[in-house]
């Protein structure tokens, strides 16, 4: 083949690439959330179809629906609650502040943390937390003075702004669905398409693919593992103290787990001294001790027992891929950027190995040890 055809072929393939995946870009999050979560659950799927009588669009469908049920349905009601705290909870504070000023909200604090609090409160926007003319006296709303109320078309636009949102939402929510279903039913296909397209060696391929799944694992069973665990196990101290706002803690418990040096038992310590501020002296102090003995020391036990053998990525770049791909993707992004980067490392070691001369590494695939159909030959 001559060079202006090679030329015209390699053009060909990129802008074929280019807009297959600017086909997909829309529900890329969720598709790819959907492969890892359908490599997660394909071993349960495998022996599944087997006691269902080689059924697999039957055990897929079983999956899937146990996936919506035990996993979406929950998360969603308890993301609808744990907003609506959040939202009493700033309709009480500026409740407070229009009543009392802002004063109100450090008058039940210790003198000497009066004035510290004072300074963090400035920092909030006056549209959040509005000052009357003195700084920290009860502000005026009445419409007489000033105040307004909200217009048809901003009433309108933010109707159709949380609609948009939501809409977005649920579509890929429903992708997620039928893409873990689509790929329960025919991941060994697909893997074996994907094989064929790779300009790698079969095995290599495979490998690679193997690598990749024991990394994803790995990471989302360490991470999102050991978050849970810690999260519950704070829950317990929390239900024993008669934390309030029970619900909106949890949520700050488990997403604060994920951050390096802070952690559950962080955020658990936060918590109590909240408590002890406030006055809730016994309260305070038991879920202070709770934080910094139990929650504290069950990540070093639970983590390593989660991750088990499996290849790990750096806890501080999980951290960072997290918050890369909330502000990329939106919630999903929680899972789909550490699967990112663990594409990337195995993808790095791939590369490495093939063009630093270094052989595969006799633990990194061993299709007779595979259990998985998903990459088997």
């Known amino acids: 083949m001559g060079k202006p055809r090679e030329a015209f072929l390699i053009l060909l393939m990129v802008v074929a690439t280019g807009l297959v995946f600017y086909l997909f870009s829309a529900f890329f999050a969720s598709l790819f959330a959907a492969v890892v979560v359908a490599a997660l659950l394909d071993p349960i799927q495998h022996r599944f179809s087997r006691r269902l009588g080689d ?12 996936l919506i049920f035990i996993v979406l349905i929950p998360a969603a009601v308890l993301t609808i609650l744990v907003i609506q705290q959040t939202t009493e909870l700033i309709t009480e504070v500026q409740k407070i502040v229009r009543e009392d000023g802002r004063d109100g909200l450090v008058a039940g604090l210790p003198e000497f943390l009066r004035p510290m609090a004072r300074e963090t409160l400035r920092v909030i926007p006056d549209d959040l937390l509005p000052q009357g003319e003195g700084g920290w006296t009860a502000p005026e709303l009445s419409q007489e003075e000033g105040g307004s109320m909200p217009s048809v078309s901003q009433v309108a636009g933010t109707a159709g702004a949380v609609f948009s949102a939501g809409s977005r939402v649920l579509a890929n929510i429903g992708v997620l669905i039928l893409g873990v279903f689509f790929v329960l039913c025919h991941g060994r296909l697909l893997v074996d398409y994907i094989v064929s397209l790779l300009p790698l060696e079969e095995r290599r391929s495979r490998s690679m693919l193997h690598d990749f799944r024991e990394v994803s694992v790995g990471v989302i069973f360490s991470t999102f593992g050991t978050g849970a665990i810690q999260t519950a196990t704070a829950v317990v101290g929390h239900i024993i103290a008669g934390t309030p706002a ?28 909240i408590l002890l501020i406030a006055g809730e002296t016994w309260q305070g102090v038991f879920i ?22 499996r290849a790990q990525l750096h806890y501080s770049l999980i951290f960072f891929s997290m918050i890369g791909g909330l502000a990329i993707f939106g919630a999903i992004g929680l899972i789909v950027g550490p699967l990112i980067v663990a594409l990337f490392k195995v993808t790095a070691d791939m590369f490495r190995q093939r063009f630093g001369n270094q052989p595969l590494q006799s633990s990194a695939y061993d299709p007779s040890r595979d259990q998985s159909s998903l990459v088997q030959s």
């Open 246 to 273: 029970l619900l909106l803690v949890v949520a700050a418990t488990f997403f604060a787990s994920f951050v390096p040096v802070i952690g559950g038992a962080g955020m658990t310590i936060a918590t109590g001294l």
């Open 55 to 66: 059924r697999p669009r039957l055990s897929a469908g079983l999956l899937t629906t146990a």
């Open 288 to 309: 202070i001790i709770w934080g910094a003995g139990l929650v504290s020391t069950i990540d070093n036990f639970v983590k390593p027992w989660l991750a088990k053998h």
